[in-house]
Antibody, heavy 121, light 106 residues
Framework: QITLKESGPTLVKSTQTLTLTCTFS??????????VGWFRQPPGKALEWLAF???????RYSPSLKNRVSVMKVTSKNEVVLRLTNVTPEDTGTYFC?????????????WGQGTLVTVSS | IVLTQSPGTLSFSPGERASLSCRAS???????LAWYQQKPGQAPRLLIY???KRATGIPDRFSGSGSGTDFTLTISRLEPEDFAVYFC????????FGQGTRLDIK
């Protein structure tokens, strides 16, 4: 069974760095093809993709956030860490991590429950 | 690729047929277009991928169609649990979402 769960601060101040952790089970990020992605959703608004990290340590980032976002994996702990620098109130929202599988059985997504982060000015 | 979903809200009665639109600013190659359902306080749920393939466990009242730049999600007979927000997503290069369409009960 694949599960993911986000954790981190619920409140950060403008200009600070937001650090969130995704703890997962049911797969290993050392296995060929595996990945973990980060998404966010401002209250009442659309979803936005932030980043993916892959089993081979390659990270892909949203062009709109590329200069501020980074992800790293801690394979031994089944964790992926998201860092978002220089936050503003516009970064307020629910942050989700997810795992995507696309193979002969089709596309499958597994999502965490999300964690709400508020950025104060 | 920018995805446009319109209108922002649709109102239907249970049992009716609903069609939701998603238009892309450029061709979505290989039909790498997915549809998600999201209810308040929950993570998105994958319904459709590759424009027309139902994800595992999704009822057959949900279907997807389209290619190129125009895509449609159809719910053949609305059940009470179908009233939610629906997002389209392209995953050709990077990932982008539409702004969502809310299905309200009339």
């Amino acid at each position: 069974q694949i599960t993911l769960k986000e954790s981190g601060p619920t409140l950060v101040k403008s200009t600070q760095t937001l650090t969130l952790t995704c703890t997962f089970s049911g797969f290993s990020l050392s296995t060929n093809g595996m990945n973990v992605g980060w998404f966010r959703q401002p209250p009442g608004k659309a979803l936005e993709w932030l980043a993916f990290i892959y089993w081979d340590d390659i990270g892909r980032y949203s062009p709109s956030l590329k200069n501020r976002v980074s992800v790293m994996k801690v394979t031994s702990k089944n964790e992926v860490v998201l860092r978002l620098t220089n936050v503003t109130p516009e970064d307020t929202g629910t942050y989700f991590c997810a795992h995507r599988v696309d193979d002969s059985d089709g596309l499958r997504d597994y999502w965490g429950q999300g964690t709400l982060v508020t950025v104060s000015s | 690729i920018v995805l446009t979903q319109s209108p922002g809200t649709l109102s239907f009665s249970p049992g009716e047929r609903a069609s939701l639109s998603c238009r892309a600013s450029q061709t979505v190659s290989s039909n790498y277009l997915a549809w998600y359902q999201q209810k308040p306080g929950q993570a998105p749920r994958l319904l459709i991928y590759r424009a027309s393939k139902r994800a595992t466990g999704i009822p057959d009242r949900f279907s997807g169609s389209g290619s190129g730049t125009d895509f449609t999600l159809t719910i053949s007979r609305l059940e009470p649990e179908d009233f939610a927000v629906y997002f389209c997503q392209q995953y050709v290069t990077s990932i982008t979402f539409g702004q969502g369409t809310r299905l309200d009960i009339k």
